[in-house]
């Protein structure tokens, strides 16, 4: 009989903490929904995190292994938003499919610019990240020693060279990730006369 009250006594703490879990993350998902339309505000308060990360690791002086993969994932998010969704050189390949692609002439239709990682989902990868790795600076496990110098050489390497690459199919492929300097198209203007059938 003591069997069964445990089991049920089990079953009731699973439910709570499934309940709770579930409400911390509604409400986890509630707060991002909140903030969606925020976007300077979010990346100043992702900044000021990353300034956080950066005193704390400066001021410590260690755990610049954290600092170096924090680094490394901000850089395969930045690429990931950089480039566009469908990749216009698989899509070279496929030239028989009529998939959407990137316009490559100036008689094609015009067709946005679309991202493989969208700007709030990269700001999310960022300040996540941000987070994780401020809370393992209070760990010493996570200190391993390493020659720092090293590291940011290698980093700074590893960012020219992808950089490059990311430029150069920019470059073959015409496309711009950013909309600062791109043309704007303006329709005709609205006279506000409605002209009756």
Known sequence: MSSFSDD??????????????????????????DITPF???RWVACAVL?????ARIVLLQGWYIIAYGLGIYMLNLFI???T?????????????????????KADTEFKPFIRRLPEF??????TYA??????????????????????????????VMIMKKQIQHMIRYKYLPFSHGKKRYAGKEDTGKVVPN
Do not use: C
């Open 130 to 159: 941000t987070v994780l790795a401020l809370f393992m600076t209070f760990f010493q496990l996570f200190n391993v020693p390493v020659f720092w110098p090293v590291l940011v050489i290698y980093f700074i390497t590893l960012f």
């Open 121 to 126: 989902k990269f700001w999310h990868g960022i």
């Open 80 to 82: 990931a938003f950089l």
């Open 39 to 41: 976007v300077i505000p």
């Open 50 to 54: 990353l300034l956080l990360f950066m």
């Open 8 to 33: 049920q006594q089990n079953a009731s703490s699973e439910g709570t903490f499934s309940v709770l879990r579930r409400t911390f993350w509604a409400r986890h998902q509630k707060f991002l929904d």
């Open 84 to 104: 566009p969704k469908i990749d216009p050189a698989l899509a070279e390949l496929q030239e028989n499919d009529d998939g959407p692609s990137l316009p490559t």
